[in-house]
């Protein structure tokens, strides 16, 4: 029987299966993915003409009209957008899908080799001659990213552990489908909850606890990649007895801002743009882009600090008119009030999210900012060559990609699923999180400086911090042999005290 993983306030749906070979054409896999059929004619070499009816003729006989002019090509951070497909059409020959809830997500399994395995086996289990539970890893990407970000070390990682590795891609990331569910506009289709948003938190962290169910283990390790921290964070905190322990990358998990921490952060040189007096010989020309980078920090930081004032100004007025409604109003017509408020606003949000006008913006964003964002987030932007830079715009060959990243932003600003509990925000509740926790970051991350992740290690009960040098935001893809060290050296700390804990009831 297969077991379900507990949550909170939501139903455990285990994973199913639709294909994990290796894949390779076949009438099976085909079957299992057919395309919709096109609607209208098949296209021929005929079209190259378009038959019309001739005026005057009563036999109607067709004749060649003017040839198509062929469709002028649109590029999104260099990736042609005339001729999208399915994602599953992108997969590689490892990948593998399985259907949570009516979505079907992209994953990828390593798993180890039986000497790998055995020499995991910890000091303490040898001498009780007892098997080690050998501990899978489930690894989450971050915003913008996808499986694809744990290439490196995925195979590597399963060595390192002597236990199965597994990644996915969240819905809205990679190549896992993009559901046609709108928030706001109830259920997609009949095999889909309607109380669990496929692009919210929530399913998301639902997901990650039923590939432990799949991975026929009791516990895994979770670790998270910047935004896909806080997924490893809402797993733990919906089922904390599945978790034995998280390791936080880069972790995108707010802490309190301090505008000189983050003025220092955006003040980070980097080293493409920064190239020796040697290398130029020109002392002049580096004064000058120094000059430069120094101005355009300043304008970020004034432009944050704006954004702060306009938002603390929003907060301040929300403060007062609800002071007003609770001195001048009935409780009652308050209570009524503010619930007809929140109505009208979530309103406002999904219409300005399903507008052309969004999508146009994001498709903006993406091309302009996309590909900029990636070797943004590399200590040395040059290592961001072209492979990775395609590794990462892959999806954007997808069909709906962005009208399923507009669901997902949206699914941020709105409650994420329907009937369940409100609870406190992630930061709020991090004394909560009791399993041991490693937080690794790069003492040069630009985009989530390294000041972040020490007040998180300050706020969690049983963190430790490790400190990359001349590493970005992607520990595991710029420095992989400091990051599987690290790795290493935690899962034997974890399985030692595990040890411990079998001996202390081990009879005598």
């Known amino acids: 029987m297969r077991r379900l993983c507990p949550h909170k306030a939501m139903v455990a749906i285990p994973i199913n299966i639709i294909h994990q070979h290796q894949m390779q054409p076949s009438s099976t896999f085909a079957a299992l993915f057919s395309p919709p059929l096109l609607h209208g004619r098949m296209s021929s070499s005929h079209d190259q003409f378009s038959y019309q009816k001739s005026e005057g003729n009563s036999n109607g006989i067709p004749f060649p009209g003017k040839p198509k002019q062929p469709e ?9 957008q005339t001729d999208r497909v399915d994602p599953w059409l992108l997969a590689d020959k490892d990948s593998r899908f399985a259907e949570f809830n009516g979505v ?4 990828k399994l390593s798993e180890p080799s039986e000497s790998d395995a055995s020499a995991n086996d910890s000091e303490e289990h040898k001498k009780l001659g007892i098997s080690a539970n050998r501990l899978p890893a489930i690894l989450l990407h971050g915003f913008g990213a996808s499986l694809f970000s744990w290439e490196r070390v995925l195979k590597p990682l399963a060595s390192v552990i002597g236990s199965k590795t597994l990644a996915f891609d969240r819905p809205a990331f990679g190549l ?4 046609q569910r709108r928030v706001g506009k109830g259920r997609p289709d009949a095999n889909a909850s309607p109380d669990l948003n496929p692009f919210s938190l929530g399913f998301s962290a639902a997901a990650t606890l039923s590939f432990i169910d799949f991975l026929s283990a009791d516990k895994a390790v979770l670790i998270g990649h910047s935004a896909g921290c806080i997924v490893a964070l809402q797993a733990y905190l919906d089922a904390p007895e599945r978790v034995a ?4 990358l880069a972790p995108a998990i707010a802490a309190p801002i301090l505008l000189q921490e983050l003025q220092a952060a955006a003040a980070l040189p980097d080293p493409a ?9 020109s002392h002049t020309g580096k004064q000058q882009r120094l000059l430069l980078q120094s101005v355009l920090s300043k304008l970020r930081f004034a432009l944050y600090w704006a954004l702060c004032q306009v938002v603390n100004l929003l907060q301040i ?8 409604l609770v001195i001048l109003v009935p409780a009652k017509i308050a209570a009524s009030t503010k619930a007809v408020f929140h109505a009208g606003y979530e309103k406002l949000l999904i219409a300005a999210f399903h507008s052309a006008l969004a999508i146009w913006v994001i498709r903006i964003i993406m091309d302009k900012l996309g590909t900029r964002a990636v070797r943004q987030a590399w200590y040395d932007s040059r290592k961001a060559n072209e492979y990775v830079i395609n590794g990462y715009t892959k999806p954007l060959r997808s069909k709906d990609w962005e009208q399923a990243l507009l669901e997902f932003l949206l699914a941020l ?11 406190a925000p992630l930061t709020k509740r991090l004394k909560e999180v009791t399993c041991p926790v490693l937080v690794i970051t790069g003492d040069t991350d630009r985009l989530v400086p390294a000041w972040n992740a020490k007040r998180l290690v300050n706020a969690l009960p049983q963190a430790k911090l490790s400190l990359i040098k001349e590493c970005g935001h992607l520990p595991h ?3 992989p042999d400091e990051f599987l060290a690290l790795v290493k050296d935690f899962f034997s700390q974890i399985v030692s005290t595990d040890a411990k804990t079998e001996m202390s009831f081990a009879p005598t």
């Open 273 to 281: 743009t920064e190239p020796s007096s040697q290398q130029t010989g």
């Open 104 to 107: 079907q997500i992209h994953f």
């Open 413 to 423: 600003l709105i409650s994420p699923s329907v009937g369940m509990q409100q609870q």
């Open 176 to 179: 896992t489908s993009r559901p």
């Open 477 to 479: 893809e710029e420095t």
């Open 72 to 80: 002028k090509k649109r590029y999104i951070a260099g990736v042609d």
């Open 317 to 324: 007025v929300k403060t007062a008119i609800q002071a007003v």
């Open 245 to 248: 322990g998280l390791i936080l």
